[in-house]
């Protein structure tokens, strides 16, 4: 591709690009369609029949009439099908199964151990799954695939975790293969990709985002015009091993061997042992959150410290990157407003003005969820790329 | 767009898409164009056709066969028209003329005080493009496009600065306006970015770079699969304010009013200012990095510290961002060696292993070179954009 001035990107015609202007509201009907793309109006009613014949798209009611017939509204039919959702965390499994718009129809989920390994932590998940699958009242056939997002660096196309750091065993483990039960694809990525990709929301997006996780450990997904953005190795977004002079000048050891990590020093593990040193009643990081929901002074105070060095790290990446909004997700997000307002405190103070002036930073509305949705849409745009849509279009 | 999965990238066909094509190296022949775009041969025929009857394709000998007749190669026609190239910086104003592949015909420039303002300054430029258009023995009828990079943020589809902390004056000036004696589209970008181009060369890339500038300031073009990233404000890449603990825990004012900027600490001006300190016989930026070639052991040590100082930023980046590469350029690049050892000293001991295992950190080959041939690229694909391919070919 060129430089700077691109070829200019064409709005694809074919079936499985009509299917998607349809899927993320970006045309109701066939008039939609033509204007959008440039097709011809016979091209694109070929192809609107193909999609409905393979109960992909419906006809669905009447819009407004702008002279002439009203148009029949197409509507994409997210019923076609389901997606099992796996979110992998480093002391959690959660599994739901969506429709083919991310809804969630049914979930089950409990506290793990990452490091009870692949094939034990796999195999619950799997369990799960089949639970989630019969209380919605679904078979097996009807699941066209699944999206896993595990804590740690994976090659995309293989779905094989690479070197991951907090995962011992799983190096190169090939998770799909724990999901061959469904005859169906299966797609694995890192949690903040997929978390990422759940705060976009099916509509998807065009900005350039920053999603960090506070969870257990610290990573950001990182959205380019809406795309996930991966980089060379695939391992863009690891942010919680950026080193960070300690405010007081002490020097905490990171579980990789360096001193001052992000992570070393602002995440959920930090909280948790911050808080327990400080003498608070709390056996887990989600009780050191949940104090601070109810005001314990001490719980906040350390709950808005981490935002503050999160912060720190953010107002150099907002330099750098320049951001439209910075969404914060994962356990400790829960905490909300201390977490934020540490955040804001140093972006605010050190980001340049121009990059700070309209930047955004907020809490996900449902940072429970992201993982979940985002491995639901990650799954359905898989299921629904050009190749499957031909493929549905043409048996 | 869709999050994840990316209706297929089609490869246009266009007349603009198969000049860039062909342009690019992308493809040789009317075969290798179908074959690239999928059209049809007679669309491609008809197209080329077109693009050779408005000289801006023309046939030139002939290729190897694979069976059958040997295809007629095709050729950019680089000589269809030139560009004018402005490179401004803090202390210099370069202008070139090249020709439509960004090949050089001539150039001028000499040292300049960005502060005198932009009356002063774009009247000087432009008496240089005079100039070198003359010693080139072209007219101005047969400047195409003009391209320029100023050391500072700039409103792209504008030409305006904004804001530029350390060019007095520029704020919201109409930079194109100064070249109205050619009828032809300016192009005005950060320098960083201009830079940029400029180091991925005429054939671009696909790769995820970064392209580190080490001038007066500290600045840093970002390349996400061969495209500039220009972030929500266009500010993306302004790393020169990122904040950098001194190792010695000194504390350094920055003329942004914070103290310990990245470029308080490690830029041309700093090196200055420290060789002066340190009583080293320079007057300028120039002088100590030429002291550094010529193995003065004090010019060599402070060299090689801003090296390791922009490296501890550059860490951060690298697990950030995961590029493929990084490229480093500007006056102070020209020291070479120092500089790159001490950057990659703090990269390769802080960036996490996966992202640094393939980085390639290198110095760019002419590092006063890639802002002129950077504009001129700017230039040419702004002149040879779909639009004006089209009035091209049907004028």
Same mark, same amino acid.
């Given at each position: 591709?060129?430089?700077?001035?691109?070829?200019?990107?064409?709005?694809?015609?074919? +079936?499985?690009?009509?299917?998607?202007?349809?899927?993320?509201?970006?045309?109701?009907?066939?008039?939609?369609?033509?204007?959008?793309?440039?097709?011809?109006?016979? !091209?694109?009613?070929?192809?609107?029949?193909?999609?409905?014949?393979?109960?992909?798209?419906?006809?669905?009611?009447?819009?407004?009439?702008?002279?002439?017939?009203? +148009?029949?509204?197409?509507?994409?039919?997210?019923?076609?099908?389901?997606?099992?959702?796996?979110?992998?965390?480093?002391?959690?499994?959660?599994?739901?199964?969506?429709?083919? /718009?991310?809804?969630?129809?049914?979930?089950?989920?409990?506290?793990?151990?990452?490091?009870?390994?692949?094939?034990?932590?796999? *195999?619950?998940?799997?369990?799960?799954?089949?639970?989630?699958?019969?209380?919605?009242?679904?078979?097996?056939?009807?699941?066209?695939?699944?999206?896993?997002?595990?804590?740690?660096?994976?090659?995309? /196309? !293989?779905?094989?975790?690479?070197?991951?750091?907090?995962?011992?065993?799983?190096?190169?483990?090939?998770?799909?293969? =724990?999901?061959?039960?469904?005859?169906? +694809?299966?797609?694995?990525?890192?949690?903040?990709?997929?978390?990422?990709?759940?705060?976009?929301?099916?509509?998807?997006?065009?900005?350039?985002?920053?999603?960090?996780?506070?969870?257990?450990?610290?990573?950001?997904?990182?959205?380019?015009?809406?795309?996930?953005?991966?980089?060379?190795?695939?391992?863009?977004?690891?942010?919680?091993?950026?080193?960070?002079?300690? =405010?007081?000048?002490?020097?905490?050891?990171?579980?990789?061997?360096?001193?001052?990590?992000?992570?070393?020093? *602002?995440?959920?593990?930090?909280?948790?042992?911050?808080?327990?040193?400080?003498?608070?009643?709390?056996?887990?990081?989600?009780?050191?959150?949940?104090?601070?929901?109810?005001?314990?002074?001490?719980?906040?105070?350390?709950?808005?410290?981490?935002?503050? !060095?999160?912060?720190?790290?953010? =107002?150099?990446?907002?330099?750098?990157?320049?951001?439209?909004?910075?969404?914060?997700?994962?356990?400790?997000?829960?905490?909300?407003?201390?977490?934020?307002?540490?955040?804001?405190?140093?972006?605010?103070?050190?980001?340049?003005?121009?990059?700070?002036?309209?930047?955004?930073?907020?809490?996900?509305?449902? +940072?429970?969820?992201?993982?979940?949705?985002?491995?639901?849409?990650?799954?359905?745009?898989?299921?629904?790329?050009?190749?499957?849509?031909?493929?549905?279009?043409?048996?």
């Amino acid at each position: 591709m060129s430089p700077v001035v691109q070829v200019p990107a064409q709005v694809s015609a074919t +079936p499985g690009a009509l299917l998607h202007h349809v899927r993320t509201g970006r045309a109701k009907s066939r008039a939609e369609l033509v204007a959008l793309t440039g097709a011809s109006r016979n !091209t694109i009613s070929n192809r609107v029949d193909q999609l409905i014949a393979a109960n992909l798209l419906a006809e669905g009611g009447r819009g407004w009439s702008t002279g002439g017939r009203p +148009p029949t509204l197409l509507q994409f039919n997210a019923e076609a099908g389901c997606v099992l959702a796996v979110d992998l965390g480093v002391t959690s499994v959660d599994v739901a199964v969506t429709d083919l /718009s991310a809804r969630v129809l049914a979930t089950a989920g409990h506290p793990i151990d990452i490091s009870a390994g692949p094939v034990a932590v796999l *195999a619950e998940a799997e369990r799960l799954a089949r639970e989630v699958l019969t209380e919605a009242g679904l078979r097996d056939e009807d699941v066209r695939s699944v999206g896993v997002g595990v804590p740690g660096p994976v090659e995309f /196309s !293989t779905g094989r975790p690479s070197h991951p750091p907090i995962m011992p065993g799983w190096h190169d483990h090939p998770i799909p293969d =724990a999901f061959g039960r469904w005859a169906a +694809p299966v797609f694995v990525d890192n949690d903040v990709n997929v978390m990422a990709l759940g705060e976009m929301g099916v509509g998807g997006s065009v900005q350039d985002v920053l999603v960090v996780k506070v969870g257990t450990g610290v990573g950001c997904g990182i959205i380019v015009e809406g795309r996930v953005y991966r980089g060379a190795q695939g391992s863009a977004g690891d942010i919680g091993h950026i080193h960070v002079p300690a =405010a007081d000048g002490r020097s905490v050891l990171c579980r990789c061997g360096n001193t001052n990590c992000l992570e070393a020093l *602002a995440s959920g593990a930090s909280l948790l042992r911050d808080a327990l040193a400080a003498g608070l009643p709390v056996t887990t990081t989600r009780d050191v959150v949940e104090l601070a929901a109810h005001g314990d002074g001490a719980a906040l105070e350390l709950v808005r410290d981490a935002g503050r !060095t999160i912060g720190t790290v953010l =107002a150099s990446l907002v330099n750098f990157f320049n951001p439209h909004r910075i969404v914060v997700t994962g356990g400790v997000a829960r905490a909300g407003l201390p977490l934020l307002s540490g955040i804001r405190e140093s972006v605010y103070a050190r980001a340049m003005p121009l990059a700070a002036r309209t930047l955004d930073i907020s809490v996900s509305d449902a +940072p429970d969820l992201s993982g979940r949705v985002g491995a639901a849409l990650m799954a359905i745009e898989g299921y629904l790329d050009e190749d499957s849509v031909r493929e549905a279009i043409t048996s």
